[in-house]
């Protein structure tokens, strides 16, 4: 699908804030709300856009510290290693992934130590080979679709 100036003009509108007005957008184009209303159609018909989401702020949960993790694992236990991932508390996406590392896992947690001491933990599964580790340093928002939020909840009293 080719797409113009327009369209790119609608689609960062939208990704920064998807409740925009059309007539804002419009406004921005210097076309008609119809032309906007038309083009954003054609882009969800096209499967470009599926649907919209919210972004959520890790730090609100206390969460000062993101990172990833690229994790190259023995080839035949890679759904061990993710299954692994995913009750580690912080752990909020894993997932396979192909070329130099096998697995990509998100991570959040309070701080630094937590973090070292989430990521020895990984690296003491005897299936792991190799871990590398990015700390994000900028843009904590994330969008909340594939992340695991129920290890979020307040303990029940």
């Given at each position: 699908?080719?797409?113009?100036?327009?369209?790119?003009?609608?689609?960062?509108?939208?990704?920064?804030?998807?409740?925009?007005?059309?007539?804002?957008?419009?406004?921005?184009?210097?076309?008609?709300?119809?032309?906007?209303?038309?083009?954003?159609?054609?882009?969800?018909?096209?499967?470009?856009?599926?649907?919209?989401?919210?972004?959520?702020?890790?730090?609100?949960?206390?969460?000062?510290?993101?990172?990833?993790?690229?994790?190259?694992?023995?080839?035949?236990?890679?759904?061990?290693?993710?299954?692994?991932?995913?009750?580690?508390?912080?752990?909020?996406?894993?997932?396979?992934?192909?070329?130099?590392?096998?697995?990509?896992?998100?991570?959040?947690?309070?701080?630094?130590?937590?973090?070292?001491?989430?990521?020895?933990?990984?690296?003491?599964?005897?299936?792991?080979?190799?871990?590398?580790?990015?700390?994000?340093?900028?843009?904590?928002?994330?969008?909340?679709?594939?992340?695991?939020?129920?290890p979020?909840?307040?303990?029940?009293r």
């Open positions: 699908m080719k797409i113009d100036d327009t369209d790119v003009t609608i689609l960062r509108t939208l990704q920064l804030d998807a409740r925009t007005k059309y007539t804002d957008i419009a406004n921005q184009c210097e076309v008609s709300v119809d032309t906007i209303i038309k083009r954003f159609k054609k882009l969800r018909r096209s499967g470009l856009v599926k649907g919209t989401t919210i972004l959520l702020d890790p730090r609100k949960f206390g969460k000062e510290v993101i990172a990833n993790f690229s994790i190259d694992a023995e080839p035949s236990c890679i759904n061990e290693v993710i299954g692994f991932l995913k009750k580690q508390e912080g752990v909020i996406f894993a997932t396979h992934s192909m070329g130099s590392y096998d697995i990509f896992a998100i991570a959040m947690k309070r701080n630094m130590n937590e973090m070292n001491a989430l990521k020895e933990t990984i690296q003491s599964h005897t299936k792991v080979n190799d871990i590398q580790t990015n700390i994000w340093v900028d843009q904590f928002l994330l969008c909340p679709q594939n992340f695991e939020l129920e979020l909840l307040e303990a029940k």
